[in-house]
């Protein structure tokens, strides 16, 4: 790839960083851009008093007055009458004070930049959750979780500070350089030619060097940090598998060589920015060498000495600036490599509406517990060959439903659409007679999921049953009759801390089966009218499932109950089965009725003695 081709390749990545903010945000970090440019103009003066200096102190030796530019400057500066002394004393203070006052006002602007900066990629970041979490499930988890998670975090600040950020400091000091070239230009057309010859070759060989390096480095580390965490989460959540086959060593080996690269990755990223600093620095010692050597050479010793003077005053300008800016194009090339993923996903996000505050329900009419569902066709992706495919069916309010079929068989997806999780391609899904979505805004927590694998949040008990609410929504005493009505009562007052026991990341001082009681008891906390349970009882024992059957039955005048299992003693008490296959319905009925219908099902129950 050509340099020409990087570098508008780079352009046009920066533009989309700058465009994903909202014009109010851009029009601010214009004024804080415009605000550095302007704080510049304050070196331009300085070096300009500077280069009067220099050739003052020309005319000084050589006992002459000043004449020409320097005259008139001395004028206006009302300091044509004074001493020599006293010109070059005020001049020096003047350009001293005006380049300390121009670092001051630079740091104050700089930093009020980044707090801004930092407050826009909080904001960033909320508005992609917000708009990731309007989804559907299916296009949701299109994305690993890591560079989900990478994507909003790291990306985002990579994208808002490392981007945007340092563009606009970039823009702030190649406006300073430009100025300062013409200002020296002015003073002595020679120096400034030079200046800019030597200075522009360093910038151009650093650029084509260190530049295209930083961002193939950047991609690399972002890429390297993903698949390390995910291995990491991998070998995390198989600890059981990797135990018992002896393979603990052999998986982190494989982490540690991944963790390896990124830290080579890393330490390359961190040595760049050197390799810019002491090319400057060796280049700003040879150049004023090559200056004074050239104005020797034209002229003589004294403007050879003037020219290192004026030199030396616009370099303690120009170097810092040189080096911001080659470290800023670093940083950006780096960032542009990192920030890949959140550009990606800001681009996949584009056409999506942010969730909205929920509204405060003003129900017209009581909730009622019944499901409608009319020629439903689901698929999850174009080309799928497999359909969810469902002609009819009726749930009736406070009927208790089972949803059956051998795995993959499409009883999960079933459940999701009911749910509102997913959108069907065609039909309608009814319950109380709305689309789940506005069923689920117009009485919030009259639906209730228990899944298979309940997740457990690091927190407390309490926090634990109430996820999802604002604090203090339920009072000690419901939570604690949800629990009992799960059955762990018993874990709550043996807990040292009673609802204030950590349970620990995932439940990890829980049982499955405690992990599925207490997804259980997070449904009932809410008293629902619709209660969906997918397979949330598989790892129950059976005095306990049978418990919590009688808790069912008891809620089930007036909650409807749809409950997909494998364990067919947990289906038998249905009002009916619906057993799927393929993705449709090819039996209901009874439990009996179900059994003559379908062959399986009645092998599986005969096997089982029901």
Same mark, same amino acid.
């Given at each position: 790839m050509?340099?020409?081709?990087k570098c508008?390749l780079? @352009?046009r990545l920066?533009?989309q960083?700058?465009v994903?903010?909202?014009r109010?945000?851009?029009k601010?970090?214009l004024q804080y851009?415009? &605000?550095?440019?302007?704080?510049?103009?304050?070196d331009?003066i300085?070096?300009?008093?500077?280069g009067?200096?220099?050739?003052?102190a020309?005319t000084?030796i050589?006992?002459?007055s000043?004449?020409?530019l320097?005259a008139r400057? %001395?004028?206006i500066l009302?300091l044509s009458g004074e001493?020599?002394? %006293?010109?070059?004393a005020w001049?020096g203070?003047?350009?001293l004070?005006?380049l300390?006052l121009?670092?001051?006002c +630079?740091? /104050?602007i700089?930093r009020k930049m980044?707090?801004?900066?930092?407050?826009?990629t909080?904001? %960033?970041s909320?508005?992609?959750l917000?708009?990731?979490?309007n989804?559907p499930?299916?296009?949701?988890q299109k994305?690993g979780?890591h !560079?989900?998670?990478?994507?909003?975090s790291q990306?985002v600040?990579?994208?808002s500070l490392?981007?945007?950020? =340092?563009t606009?400091g970039?823009?702030?000091d190649v406006?300073?350089?430009i100025f300062?070239t @013409?200002c020296?230009?002015?003073i002595?057309?020679?120096? &400034?030619?030079?200046t800019f010859m030597?200075?522009?070759?360093?910038?151009?060989?650093?650029?084509?060097?260190v530049g295209? #390096?930083? *961002?193939t480095?950047?991609k690399?580390?972002s890429?390297?940090y993903?698949t390390?965490?995910?291995k990491i989460? !991998?070998?995390y959540?198989?600890?059981r598998?990797l135990?018992? *086959?002896?393979?603990r060593?052999?998986?982190?080996n494989?982490?540690? =060589?991944?963790?390896?690269?990124? &830290?080579a990755?890393n330490?390359e990223l961190?040595f760049?920015?050197?390799i810019?600093?002491?090319v400057?620095?060796?280049? /700003?010692f040879? +150049?004023?060498?090559i200056?004074?050597?050239f104005?020797?050479i034209?002229?003589d010793a004294?403007h050879a000495?003037a &020219?290192?003077?004026?030199?030396?005053g616009a370099?303690? *300008?120009?170097a810092?600036a040189?080096l911001?800016?080659?470290q800023?194009v670093?940083?950006?090339?780096?960032?542009?490599g990192?920030?890949?993923?959140?550009?990606?996903?800001?681009?996949?996000l584009?056409n999506t509406?942010?969730?909205?505050i929920?509204? =405060?329900?003003?129900p017209k009419?009581?909730?009622?517990?019944?499901?409608? @569902?009319?020629?439903?066709?689901f698929?999850?992706?174009?080309?799928?060959?497999f359909?969810t495919?469902?002609?009819?069916l009726?749930?009736?309010?406070?009927?208790?439903?089972?949803i059956?079929?051998?795995?993959?068989s499409g009883?999960s997806?079933? /459940? !999701?659409l009911i749910m509102?999780?997913?959108?069907?391609?065609?039909?309608t899904?009814?319950i109380?007679g709305?689309d789940p979505?506005?069923?689920?805004?117009?009485?919030?927590a009259a639906?209730?999921?228990v899944?298979? $694998? /309940?997740?457990?949040?690091r927190?407390?008990?309490r926090e $634990?049953v109430?996820?999802?609410?604002? =604090?203090g929504?339920f009072?000690?005493?419901?939570?604690?009759? +949800? %629990?009992d009505?799960?059955?762990?009562s018993d874990?709550?007052?043996s807990?040292?801390?009673?609802l204030?026991?950590m @349970?620990?990341?995932n439940?990890?001082f829980l049982?499955?089966?405690e *992990?599925?009681?207490l997804?259980?008891?997070r449904a009932?906390l809410?008293?629902p009218?619709i209660m969906i349970l !997918?397979?949330?009882?598989?790892s129950l024992d059976s005095?306990?499932e049978? #418990?919590?059957?009688?808790?069912?039955s008891?809620?089930?005048?007036?909650?409807?109950?749809?409950?997909?299992a494998?364990?067919?003693s947990t289906? #038998?008490?249905?009002?009916r089965?619906?057993?799927?296959e393929?993705?449709s319905?090819i039996a209901s009925?009874?439990?009996?009725?179900?059994k003559e219908?379908v062959?399986?099902?009645?092998?599986q129950?005969?096997?089982?003695?029901?």
């Amino acid at each position: 790839m050509s340099i020409v081709t990087k570098c508008i390749l780079s @352009i046009r990545l920066i533009r989309q960083s700058f465009v994903i903010f909202p014009r109010a945000t851009r029009k601010r970090l214009l004024q804080y851009g415009t &605000a550095l440019l302007f704080i510049g103009i304050l070196d331009v003066i300085a070096v300009g008093l500077i280069g009067v200096l220099g050739s003052l102190a020309i005319t000084g030796i050589q006992s002459r007055s000043p004449v020409g530019l320097i005259a008139r400057i %001395l004028s206006i500066l009302n300091l044509s009458g004074e001493s020599f002394q %006293l010109q070059v004393a005020w001049l020096g203070i003047s350009a001293l004070l005006l380049l300390i006052l121009k670092t001051c006002c +630079s740091i /104050v602007i700089t930093r009020k930049m980044y707090r801004f900066l930092g407050r826009v990629t909080a904001t %960033l970041s909320g508005d992609l959750l917000k708009k990731a979490f309007n989804l559907p499930l299916n296009e949701l988890q299109k994305n690993g979780s890591h !560079d989900f998670l990478y994507s909003l975090s790291q990306g985002v600040s990579n994208l808002s500070l490392g981007v945007v950020g =340092v563009t606009i400091g970039m823009i702030a000091d190649v406006g300073v350089l430009i100025f300062l070239t @013409i200002c020296i230009f002015i003073i002595d057309p020679v120096t &400034a030619t030079l200046t800019f010859m030597l200075f522009g070759a360093m910038a151009f060989l650093l650029s084509k060097v260190v530049g295209a #390096k930083a *961002r193939t480095l950047g991609k690399s580390s972002s890429n390297l940090y993903i698949t390390s965490s995910t291995k990491i989460e !991998d070998a995390y959540d198989s600890y059981r598998t990797l135990f018992v *086959r002896n393979q603990r060593y052999e998986v982190l080996n494989q982490i540690s =060589v991944s963790r390896e690269l990124l &830290a080579a990755t890393n330490a390359e990223l961190g040595f760049l920015p050197y390799i810019s600093k002491y090319v400057i620095e060796s280049g /700003v010692f040879i +150049s004023g060498m090559i200056i004074s050597a050239f104005e020797f050479i034209l002229f003589d010793a004294v403007h050879a000495v003037a &020219a290192l003077t004026l030199f030396v005053g616009a370099g303690t *300008r120009i170097a810092p600036a040189m080096l911001r800016i080659q470290q800023g194009v670093i940083q950006l090339q780096t960032n542009l490599g990192s920030a890949h993923p959140t550009i990606d996903l800001v681009g996949k996000l584009e056409n999506t509406q942010p969730l909205a505050i929920p509204r =405060v329900p003003r129900p017209k009419a009581p909730f009622s517990g019944d499901v409608q @569902i009319n020629h439903l066709q689901f698929k999850y992706k174009t080309g799928d060959k497999f359909t969810t495919d469902i002609k009819e069916l009726t749930i009736l309010n406070g009927e208790f439903v089972a949803i059956v079929g051998k795995s993959g068989s499409g009883k999960s997806t079933l /459940v !999701d659409l009911i749910m509102g999780v997913f959108s069907p391609q065609y039909g309608t899904i009814r319950i109380s007679g709305m689309d789940p979505q506005s069923a689920i805004e117009e009485w919030p927590a009259a639906m209730a999921y228990v899944p298979q $694998n /309940v997740h457990a949040i690091r927190g407390t008990l309490r926090e $634990n049953v109430a996820f999802g609410y604002p =604090v203090g929504t339920f009072s000690d005493e419901e939570i604690f009759s +949800s %629990l009992d009505a799960a059955e762990l009562s018993d874990f709550v007052t043996s807990a040292k801390e009673g609802l204030d026991s950590m @349970i620990g990341l995932n439940g990890k001082f829980l049982s499955g089966g405690e *992990r599925q009681r207490l997804g259980i008891a997070r449904a009932l906390l809410g008293k629902p009218k619709i209660m969906i349970l !997918d397979e949330a009882t598989s790892s129950l024992d059976s005095q306990t499932e049978d #418990k919590i059957g009688r808790t069912l039955s008891r809620i089930q005048k007036e909650t409807t109950l749809i409950v997909v299992a494998h364990r067919l003693s947990t289906v #038998k008490a249905a009002d009916r089965l619906f057993y799927i296959e393929n993705g449709s319905i090819i039996a209901s009925g009874t439990f009996e009725e179900v059994k003559e219908k379908v062959p399986d099902f009645e092998s599986q129950s005969r096997l089982l003695g029901l």
